[in-house]
């Protein structure tokens, strides 16, 4: 049987280690992060009158920190809260990642099907080992065997890619990935000849040479403070974690949150089940 851990009112608690999975933790004091790695596992976090604190807007967190929350669709739920979550209630909240320079950028030169390495249009700062991901640029065809299904629609489309960073170039624009990409993704400057309207000629105008941008978006997925579901969140149950803040009042609490992940979050299919919810 899981224990359950009350920090009352008064009393300041720093989580210096990794502890056991726990069932509940309730929260009227305070909890803060010591500098360090860590990784906190509960099936509820009940934020309710106290404070947890992993980083602050003046110094945020660089270590790695990971909260894993466990549940699933016949889980308990707490009134108005629900189940496999941090709530936050009359609390103050601080979740502050480490910043990156640049969340997302673009493909500077083509990434072709095959390759497992991708130049960028601008220099990042992303770690060995984060995920990424490389949105699709390829023509939506229904009835094309070699795009992915959908598991929701079942519809064949155009499928972003996930990949692991295995190494990053001195200058930054130049990353390895951990798999090779299974399509091809556009990184490059289009000419299209256009008529201008507004040249009067016996052909509706003279033509004009528009350039377009057609490059891939790559985006940093991982961030060093990460709240995520449990191995049993994704399908068929769809079942994640969520942050729920809910007081009565405008001023009731407080919640700073910047530069984290939410992995496996949000409960498909449930109102008000959002990976973070305001209410």
């Given at each position: 049987?899981?224990?359950?851990?009350v920090i009352p009112a008064g009393q300041h608690?720093?989580?210096?280690?990794?502890?056991?999975?726990?069932?509940?933790?309730?929260?009227?004091?305070?909890?803060?992060?010591?500098?360090?790695?860590?990784?906190?596992?509960?099936?509820?976090?009940?934020?309710?009158?106290?404070?947890?604190?992993?980083?602050?807007?003046?110094?945020?967190?660089?270590?790695?920190?990971?909260?894993?929350?466990?549940?699933?669709?016949?889980?308990?739920?707490?009134?108005?809260?629900?189940?496999?979550?941090?709530?936050?209630?009359?609390?103050?909240?601080?979740?502050?990642?480490?910043?990156?320079?640049?969340?997302?950028?673009?493909?500077?030169?083509?990434?072709?099907?095959?390759?497992?390495?991708?130049?960028?249009?601008?220099?990042?700062?992303?770690p060995v080992g984060a995920d990424i991901v490389?949105?699709?640029?390829?023509?939506?065809?229904?009835?094309?065997?070699?795009?992915?299904?959908?598991?929701?629609?079942?519809?064949?489309?155009?499928?972003?890619?996930?990949?692991?960073?295995?190494?990053?170039?001195?200058?930054?624009?130049?990353?390895?990935?951990?798999?090779?990409?299974?399509?091809?993704?556009?990184?490059?400057?289009?000419?299209?000849?256009?008529?201008?309207?507004?040249?009067?000629?016996?052909?509706?105008?003279?033509?004009?040479?528009?350039?377009?941008?057609?490059?891939?978006?790559?985006?940093?997925?991982?961030?060093?403070?990460?709240?995520?579901?449990?191995?049993?969140?994704?399908?068929?149950?769809?079942?994640?974690?969520?942050?729920?803040?809910?007081?009565?009042?405008?001023?009731?609490?407080?919640?700073?949150?910047?530069?984290?992940?939410?992995?496996?979050?949000?409960?498909?299919?449930?109102?008000?089940?959002?990976?973070?919810?305001?209410?």
């Amino acid at each position: 049987e899981l224990d359950t851990v009350v920090i009352p009112a008064g009393q300041h608690l720093v989580l210096d280690y990794s502890p056991p999975r726990m069932y509940m933790i309730i929260i009227f004091g305070s909890l803060t992060f010591a500098r360090t790695d860590l990784h906190l596992q509960a099936s509820y976090i009940f934020v309710h009158g106290g404070t947890l604190t992993v980083g602050t807007e003046q110094e945020p967190f660089e270590q790695s920190a990971t909260i894993t929350l466990f549940g699933n669709p016949v889980s308990q739920e707490l009134p108005i809260y629900g189940a496999k979550l941090i709530a936050c209630r009359e609390c103050t909240l601080d979740l502050h990642g480490k910043p990156v320079a640049h969340t997302w950028t673009h493909l500077a030169s083509q990434a072709p099907k095959g390759s497992s390495e991708l130049r960028l249009m601008k220099a990042v700062d992303w770690p060995v080992g984060a995920d990424i991901v490389i949105a699709s640029t390829e023509e939506w065809d229904p009835l094309a065997d070699q795009q992915p299904v959908d598991p929701l629609t079942e519809i064949r489309r155009p499928a972003p890619e996930k990949r692991t960073i295995t190494h990053v170039s001195d200058d930054g624009k130049t990353l390895t990935l951990s798999e090779p990409l299974l399509f091809d993704h556009l990184g490059e400057t289009r000419e299209y000849q256009t008529r201008d309207s507004m040249v009067p000629s016996s052909s509706g105008g003279e033509a004009v040479a528009q350039f377009v941008e057609m490059r891939a978006e790559v985006a940093l997925l991982s961030r060093n403070v990460k709240i995520q579901g449990d191995d049993d969140s994704v399908a068929p149950a769809l079942y994640g974690a969520q942050l729920m803040l809910h007081s009565i009042g405008h001023d009731s609490l407080v919640a700073r949150i910047e530069n984290i992940e939410l992995y496996r979050a949000g409960q498909y299919a449930r109102k008000e089940r959002h990976p973070i919810n305001f209410h």
